[in-house]
């Protein structure tokens, strides 16, 4: 069982900055794929990034590669999404969620998911 804890939304300009952390409770945090999704109101939660368990590989979504960057602390049992030129397109609720596979891109695969936290970029 994983219980995740997001933190970090909030309202930034485009161009602007934002760091999304994911405080994971269990014993076994580094044996899962960690991923961020983000659902903007009437869409569908879409993935954004991931890293593996068993490399620490990243991987992303071809709208923020380049511009967002998935990291992990195994030791504190935390992920982070380090988000640089926000565009107003990016604004939604950001989920973390746990898998016990990896490369995954699809929420199916996802068996744990956080509360989410909000992200709100303005032009």
């Known amino acids: 069982q994983v219980q995740l804890v997001e933190s970090g939304g909030g309202v930034v300009q485009a161009g602007g900055s934002l760091r999304l952390s994911c405080a994971a409770s269990?014993?076994?945090?580094?044996?899962?794929?960690m991923g961020w999704f983000r659902q903007a109101p009437g869409k569908e939660r879409e993935f954004v990034a991931g890293?593996?368990?068993?490399?620490?590989?990243?991987f992303y979504a071809y709208t923020v590669k380049g511009r967002f960057t998935i990291s992990r602390d195994n030791a504190k049992n935390m992920v982070f999404l380090q988000m640089n030129s926000l565009k107003p397109e990016d604004t939604a609720v950001y989920y973390c969620?746990?898998?016990?596979?990896?490369?995954?891109?699809?929420?199916?695969?996802?068996?744990?998911w956080g509360q989410g936290t909000q992200v709100t970029v303005s032009s």
């Open positions: 890293i593996n368990w068993s490399d620490g590989g990243p």
């Open positions: 969620a746990a898998s016990r596979r990896v490369g995954v891109l699809s929420r199916n695969e996802y068996n744990y």
């Open positions: 269990g014993r076994t945090f580094s044996s899962y794929t």
